[in-house]
Every structure is written in C-alpha cells, then in structure tokens.
C-alpha cells in the first residue's frame, strides 16, 4: 500500500518462533533458555548485535529450525532499510552537492522517524474495540 510503513511486531514474531519451536517438541526447559535467545535476536539494534544474537541462537537451535528462521525471519531484517531505498530515489539526484544531500537526507529521516513514532503512540493508545460474538451467545 502507498505511504504505509511496514514493520514487524517483535511480539509477534516472537509468539511466531516460540509456537513454531514447541510445535517441533522444544520442551519447557529447552524453550525457556531460548526465549532470551530470540528476544535478544528480535530486539537487536545494530548490525553486529544483530550478527551476535542471531549466531547465538542458531547455536541453540536445531537445523530444521535454523532453517525456518532463515527462510521466514533472516530475510525480513533489512526490510525496514530497503523501504527507505525509493525515498531516498526521490531526494538525492546527481545534480545535487553533497552538503545539500545531507541536508535533505536529514530531513527525511526526520520526517520518517516522526512518522513511526506517530504510528507507534497511536498503537498504544488506541485500541481496536471486537466482541466475539460467538463467545457470548451461552450467556
């Protein structure tokens, strides 16, 4: 869709990996020394705490898991990043000096992180109202 942002929910990708983990017979010992593992992973900030966590937890997985992580999560981590790339398309042209380049880069990802952060206050405060209707039907 045009103009929206695409991001992840660690929560969810967490929940994700966890069920995932379990359906193939972690056990409860097994899986409580790993959800620091993915949290670590999910939560990573730079691309060397990102290399780090995700090489520990590999170590700590199986390979079918490996292998699910890195055909269903792996691949997603630069997402944010290459959302940026026609952004940046639109802002920077050869004609421009490179002082001037910065500059404007700047303020895009002024305007981007504001934008996010806008996203991100509405998600907390604004919550979506469902009832299960089939739920209270025996009431």
């Known amino acids: ?9 660690e929560w969810h990708a967490f929940e994700n990996i966890k069920k ?3 359906d193939h017979r972690y ?7 790993t ?3 993915i949290w670590n992973y999910l939560q990573a900030n730079t691309s060397s705490a990102l290399t780090t966590a995700r090489t ?5 997985l199986k390979s079918p898991e490996v292998r699910y992580i890195q055909n269903n999560w792996v691949t997603k981590e630069d997402f944010q990043a290459e959302s940026m790339n026609t ?3 639109k802002t920077l042209n050869y004609q421009i000096f490179l002082l001037e380049a910065c500059r404007c880069l700047v303020e895009v990802v002024k305007s981007f992180e504001a934008k996010l952060l806008e996203a991100k206050i509405m998600s907390m405060t ?5 009832l299960d ?7």
């Open 126 to 130: 604004y919550r979506v109202q469902i």
């Open 27 to 33: 056990d409860k010992k097994k899986m409580n020394t």
């Open 56 to 60: 520990k937890l590999f170590k700590a």
């Open 1 to 9: 869709m045009p103009g929206s942002i695409g991001q992840f929910c």
């Open 20 to 22: 995932h983990l379990m």
């Open 35 to 37: 959800k620091s593992l």
């Open 133 to 139: 209707g089939n739920g209270f039907t025996t009431i």
């Open 87 to 89: 952004v940046l398309e």
